[in-house]
């Protein structure tokens, strides 16, 4: 799978962004996805992520009620809506698929969970 993030940019505090990315090959629909960022300095971390059906999500506990994970695999696509958005989630988001076909619970997901990254996206969040 070839994951193609799109959406960053520069918000202000408060506001909210889309973030899509798409995924070439047929076989998306198998597959869990997940979100992660990077911030200057920092290491990359866990955001969100999704079941291959879109049923069972997961949230890192600073984006829990803000963000959304969301996907239309008819689409061959995978959201995250954020809303609410602070300085602290000026990042690099990356899209992830995970290694394994068919996993059916997302929690606890984390970066050793997926297999295929793309080219992260970068957005600014200003106070």
């Known amino acids: 799978v070839q994951l193609q993030a799109s959406g960053g940019g520069l918000v202000q505090a408060g506001d909210s962004l889309r973030l899509s990315c798409a995924a070439s090959?047929?076989?998306?629909?198998?597959?869990?996805m997940g979100w992660f960022r990077q911030a200057p300095g920092k290491e990359r971390e866990f955001v969100a992520a999704i079941n291959w059906s879109g049923i069972s999500t997961y949230y890192a506990d600073s984006v829990k009620g803000r963000f959304t994970i969301s996907r239309d695999n008819a689409k061959n696509t995978v959201y995250l809506q954020m809303n609410s958005l602070k300085p602290g989630d000026t990042a690099i988001y990356y899209c992830?698929?995970?290694?394994?076909?068919?996993?059916?619970?997302?929690?606890?997901?984390?970066?050793?969970?997926?297999?295929?990254w793309g080219q992260g996206t970068q957005f600014t969040v200003s106070s």
């Open positions: 090959g047929r076989t998306f629909s198998r597959y869990a």
């Open positions: 992830a698929a995970d290694a394994s076909m068919y996993r059916s619970s997302v929690h606890g997901s984390s970066g050793a969970d997926f297999g295929s």
